[in-house]
């Protein structure tokens, strides 16, 4: 089982450092902490359908983990109090009003 809670961590990992990466300019502060029951339970199954699941080729398996992601992402923002989409319109009005282009 050592095994397997490493990879979990080493999934989940990533998935804070997509959102990280992706929200870089909306200075968003996520950590573990925050996880309360449910959303651990809620990335278990996410990481044991689309992450540990046996997938027929690369395509699949790329598909799978891109959707893994997507949906942990939603439940790490859930327990934070934010949205991708909440978050999404700061990015883009960040972009506008430091944007040479429209001044």
């Not at 959303?39 to 199954?45: D, K, P, S, T, V």
Request: with cysteine; net charge negative; proline share 1%.
């Amino acid at each position: 089982m050592t095994g397997r809670k490493e990879r979990f961590n080493k999934w989940l990992e990533s998935v804070f450092d997509n959102l990280r990466g992706q929200y870089v300019s909306c200075d968003l502060d996520v950590d573990t902490e925050s996880l309360q029951d449910k959303h651990w339970y809620q990335l278990w199954r996410i990481f044991e359908s689309y992450v540990e699941c046996p997938h027929k080729g690369a395509k699949e398996q790329m598909e799978s983990l891109e959707a893994a992601d997507y949906k942990a992402r939603e439940v790490v923002l859930s327990a934070h109090g934010q949205s991708s989409s909440d978050l999404d319109w700061d990015v883009q009005m960040d972009h506008y009003m430091n944007s040479s282009n429209y001044d």
